[in-house]
């Protein structure tokens, strides 16, 4: 059965760089489309990257603000952001579609990771 595992959250100072990883344990190819979401404390999850994986090679992706990179190696699919502000503290979760276009629509998502922390310190 197919997991998504991220890793790369953590600590970080206002205006720095984050790249966060999720590891698509399983066969990637199986996926239509795999976006990262963030949860705030308080407020619904919003999509924030999506990316196409479907026949195995991205054809498309979609980010939510120029400050943002999606992009994939093999059975990761990396988030990478600039320019971090405290309001990028949240929760950030990968997320996998398998049939259909998933673009930023939670409801459209059929799996989820665990999650990773990001906290950013003005």
């Known amino acids: 059965q197919l997991q998504l595992r991220e890793s790369g959250g953590g600590s970080v100072q206002s205006g720095t760089s984050l790249r966060l990883s999720c590891k698509v344990l399983?066969?990637?190819?199986?996926?239509?489309?795999v976006a990262w979401f963030r949860q705030a404390p308080g407020k619904g999850r919003e999509g924030l990257a999506a990316?196409?994986?479907?026949?195995?090679s991205p054809t498309d992706r979609r980010t939510r603000e120029g400050r943002f990179t999606i992009s994939e190696d093999k059975d990761t699919v990396y988030f990478q952001m600039t320019s971090l502000k405290p309001e990028d503290t949240a929760i950030y979760y990968c997320?996998?579609?398998?049939?259909?276009?998933?673009?930023?629509?939670?409801?459209?998502?059929?799996?989820w990771g665990q999650g990773t922390q990001v906290n950013v310190s003005s």
């Open positions: 997320a996998a579609v398998f049939t259909g276009d998933g673009l930023f629509t939670v409801d459209k998502y059929e799996l």
């Open positions: 399983g066969d990637i190819k199986s996926t239509k489309w």
């Open positions: 990316l196409q994986t479907s026949d195995g």
